[in-house]
């Protein structure tokens, strides 16, 4: 089994710039894909990016594209989140996931327990 733990979280305003991080020990060799999700109150948990881990392929929610850019270090066993032009909607707890077999939403069945993520008008 995986483990994954996120870092990076916070408060910032619209317009803005964060990077969430997410550091995975465990089990590494197993992951064929990692994302990242979110899950805003009162709101389903929603894909944002993913990356398989052989080749490099990403994958965006059309929300998201252009603004974040998921990104991993082999080397540090740790995947990115870079978010630009923040906006409200953006708020959420954002997770790190995994999995050990396809990148669509649903092969992900390891999670990290989240980073928070508020955006201010």
């Known amino acids: 089994q995986v483990q994954l733990v996120e870092s990076g979280g916070g408060s910032v305003q619209a317009g803005g710039s964060l990077t969430l991080s997410c550091t995975v020990s465990?089990?590494?060799?197993?992951?064929?894909?990692m994302g990242w999700f979110r899950q805003a109150p009162g709101k389903e948990r929603e894909g944002v990016a993913s990356i398989s881990m052989s080749g490099g392929r990403t994958y965006y929610a059309d929300s998201v594209k252009g603004r974040f850019t998921i990104s991993h270090d082999n080397a540090k066993l740790t995947l990115y989140l870079r978010m630009n032009a923040l906006n409200p909607e953006d708020t959420a707890m954002y997770y790190c996931?995994?999995?050990?077999?396809?990148?669509?939403?649903?092969?992900?069945?390891?999670w990290g327990k989240g980073a928070q993520v508020t955006v201010s008008s």
């Open positions: 465990g089990n590494v060799q197993g992951r064929d894909c």
């Open positions: 996931a995994a999995s050990s077999f396809g990148c669509r939403w649903g092969d992900f069945r390891v």
